[in-house]
């Protein structure tokens, strides 16, 4: 009579689990956590680029040491690689830093590629092109994994703000992820003068 018990027991168990949306939840939560992965891949590509970049434009560049510094400081934040794990989603203001502090990396690449202009036979080097390739692209892909991140995050948020599975979240402490956000200034529109 036990077994028969135990094993109701668990049927029970195992479908109030499915029928309350935490199968759902759990994959949900998982979708995005690989998002966030995807992420950091990106983020990681673009350290890694780096270095190879500075020292291919130091090589034409040697006096404009202030840009090699911001951009070296930058990255030393980041501790020379993006090893973040992913509960950076649960905390908005570690994301924000992280946001702020890949911004700032961001900021010393866009002087660094500014430089070029300066630099006529720098912009014609096969290397440099191809290393500038492969920084458009890596930042195209990061605003690409940015707002596949923010869609998982919010059919996930929605899920545990929602009946059933909203009582299925406070049961098992499904917290919400932190989103991406603009960056500030990005609401308005750049002033375009023709003069």
């Known amino acids: 009579m036990k077994k ?13 689990l499915t029928g309350c ?26 350290a890694d680029l780096v270095p190879n970049l500075v020292a291919t434009v130091k090589g034409f560049a040697k006096h404009e040491e202030k840009v090699f510094t911001e951009i070296a ?15 950076i989603t649960d905390d908005p203001e570690k994301l924000a830093q992280f946001q702020k502090t890949q911004k700032e990396l961001g ?18 080097n096969e290397n440099f092109l191809d290393l500038q390739s492969q920084l458009e692209g890596i930042e195209n892909r ?19 703000q ?12 499904f917290e919400k992820k932190a989103y991406f956000q603009a960056e500030e200034g990005t609401n ?3 002033a375009v003068s023709f003069e």
């Not at 400081?73 to 509960?87: C, F, P, Q, T």
């Not at 900021?107 to 014609?124: D, I, Q, V």
């Not at 929602?162 to 402490?173: D, E, Q």
């Open 4 to 16: 028969i018990m135990t094993i109701l027991s668990a049927a029970v168990a195992s479908l109030f």
């Open 21 to 46: 949306g935490y199968n759902g939840i759990v994959a949900q939560k998982e979708n995005v956590e690989q998002q966030w992965a995807n992420v950091e891949n990106q983020y990681q590509k673009r």
């Open 73 to 87: 400081e930058s990255r030393a934040k980041l501790g020379g690689s993006v090893n973040i794990d992913s509960s």
């Open 107 to 124: 900021a010393g690449l866009g002087r660094l590629l500014a430089l070029t202009e300066n630099y006529p036979e720098l912009k014609s």
């Open 142 to 160: 990061i605003s690409t994994e940015r707002k596949r991140y923010n869609d998982a995050v919010g059919a996930y948020n929605k899920s545990i």
């Open 162 to 173: 929602m009946f059933p599975g909203v009582i299925t979240a406070k049961m098992f402490h």
């Open 188 to 190: 308005k529109a750049p």
